[in-house]
């Protein structure tokens, strides 16, 4: 007897929905819609509600786990854990790729493989267990695969931003700029494209559902190609 591609995915993520029609939506990608040639529900609305679950259960976790630590410190892992490298990381556990409904075109460039869309629909997902099972449900799945990586954060992480500007004040530069290149998506789903520029060395820029994310992410571009020695 086989067995429905969805009920596959239902056994990790721990939870048989009551209204499957949810998950579907969790799991379309927004190139079906426009491959059909008619309007059908994405995955994008659940993925707004699902990094805001995210962030509230990591955040309860971490403030509960770090009792000690300074919000300073807490923020850090907050942010480690919420990125869009954690999601991908879960996706992938999960092989969360296979069960995305995307357009051929998509597919044919990588898409189940791309971490922006594995973490967008990762969101989804956990957007789509609160809708349907609520917290308890959407909760048990996050602490399931993100408390090993919130415990593997004794030390807090550097902060890219800091890191690269006590770099720049170490070699006598000036601080680092950081300026926005692009930005695209609705209010509740924008984009940033940030560029940050330092004296002598290539500028470097990177994405994020934030400024300060993006700024984050092409601080960190920075460091790594000043590591390289690019």
Known sequence: MSVEPQELLCDSLGHRFARPQILAEALTHPSVRSAKGHKLQAYDRLEFLGDRVLGVVVADDLLRRYRDDEVGAVAPRFNALVRR?????????????????????EEATGGRAKATILADCCEA???ALFVDGGLE???AFIHRHWDAMAEALAEPPRDAKTALQEWAQAQAMAPPTYTISEQVGPPHQTTFTIT???????????????RRAAEQAAAEAMLAGIGDGV
């Open 85 to 105: 490298e954690a999601l991908a990381k879960v996706a992938a556990e999960i092989e969360l790729g296979r069960f995305i409904a995307m357009s051929p075109t």
């Open 125 to 127: 997902v956990i957007g």
């Open 137 to 139: 449900a959407a909760a």
């Open 196 to 210: 940050v520029s330092l004296e002598g060395r290539p500028p470097k820029s990177a994405r994020g559902r934030s």
